[in-house]
């Protein structure tokens, strides 16, 4: 059974810095993309970033273009999401979740295995 725990969230000051962490356990393909959600009080999940097992190729929501960096070290079986640059409306729960399909996605239903979250919340 494939498992994935998040770690890294914390409370933080506007204009902070995060970077948060995915490990990836038990029955791990060969192959699996890795992305970023989160889920603020009240709204829907919404895509942040994803990375093909390569790392190689990336995808990332506007409003995370400039400010956050998505990175594996597969040796690690570990998926790395650097946030820079925080502003208040980046408090959310953050979850990753892998595709263990053959391409690469940012449609949370097309992912297989989620994480628990982690809080992220940054203060004005």
């Known amino acids: 059974q494939v498992q994935l725990v998040e770690s890294g969230g914390a409370m933080v000051q506007a204009g902070g810095s995060l970077r948060l962490s995915c490990t990836t356990s038990?029955?791990?393909?060969?192959?699996?993309?890795t992305g970023w959600f989160r889920q603020a009080p009240g709204r829907d999940r919404e895509f942040v970033a994803t990375?093909?097992?390569?790392?190689?190729?990336?995808y990332y929501a506007d409003f995370a273009k400039g400010r956050f960096a998505i990175s594996r070290d597969n040796a690690k079986n570990t998926v790395y999401l650097q946030m820079n640059s925080l502003k208040p409306e980046d408090t959310a729960v953050y979850y990753c979740?892998?595709?263990?399909?053959?391409?690469?996605?940012?449609?949370?239903?097309?992912?297989?295995?989620w994480g628990q979250g982690t809080q992220v919340t940054v203060s004005s």
């Open positions: 979740a892998a595709d263990m399909g053959s391409g690469i996605t940012i449609v949370s239903w097309e992912y297989d295995y």
């Open positions: 990375v093909s097992f390569s790392g190689d190729t990336t």
């Open positions: 038990g029955g791990i393909p060969s192959s699996y993309a």
